[in-house]
């Protein structure tokens, strides 16, 4: 039996790597979702001379940005003009600190930042944006529903999966890692649905508005980051899933050497 005794400690040490990498892996991820929930780079439109946009008609644009009855076309518009830029929760435009009419354009640039209320998240979109008569636009309502919902979905499930892990540690387990592993999986899929739902939406969005011949869209290091989580997220679920499966095999082979 000192043989056998000897590779069941190989593998036991191989299973071992391979949670621990599992792990690595899952808080990587994790953090990567949280950045990326908690920051504003999604998406950024870049305009080739933005204050010169802020001019006496542009004012009057940003200015109902910062109201609460700014429209999606109302804001979008602002975007476009002032080098804005939209995350899941806030968007911001770059404008001049004093723009008066009696003075040049000024190059001294701060930023204005609105957040989306919970209202504004659950808010229906329009046929065509700012024109409540235009009718519901249901695609784009339930992708901007989604993907302010899904991430959220996605580290609950993490963040279960790594309670379930703790308890087969305290329990001196493998086999429940199996769920962690699938929590994990079930996360990825969200993750993968989050990132799947912005870029339609951003991509339905500006069908309705096209963006001008001098401005400049590209998706942001916040979207990177949540599209980095989704394949760290599966690729944790696979040695989870892997780990515990074979652990179990090998237990159960052992069993029947025993009884033999």
Known sequence: LFPYSSKGEMMDNRFATALVIACVLSLISTIYMAASIGTDFWYEYHTLSPAENVSEAGRSIWEEFVSEEADEKTYTDALFRCNGTVGLWRRWITVPKNSHWYSPPETDMTTNCISFSLSDQFMEKYV?????????????????????????????????????????????????????????????????????????????????????????????????????????????????????????????????????
């Open 128 to 260: 065509e944006p700012g024109n409540h008569n235009s009718g519901t636009d249901l695609n784009r309502t339930y992708l901007w529903r989604l993907q302010f919902l899904l991430p959220f979905v996605s580290l609950g499930l993490m963040c279960f999966g790594a309670l379930i892990g703790l308890c087969a540690c305290a329990c001196r387990s493998l086999y429940p890692a199996i769920a962690t592993g699938v929590l994990h999986f079930l996360a990825g899929l969200c993750t993968l649905g989050l990132v799947g739902c912005y870029v339609a939406g951003i991509e339905l969005l500006h069908q309705k508005l096209p963006l001008p011949d001098d401005v400049r869209g590209e998706f942001g290091w916040s979207f990177c980051l949540a599209c980095v989580s989704a394949p760290l997220q599966f690729m944790a679920a696979a040695l989870f899933i892997w780990a515990a499966r074979t652990n179990r095999k090998e237990f159960t082979l052992l069993k029947a050497y025993r009884v033999a």
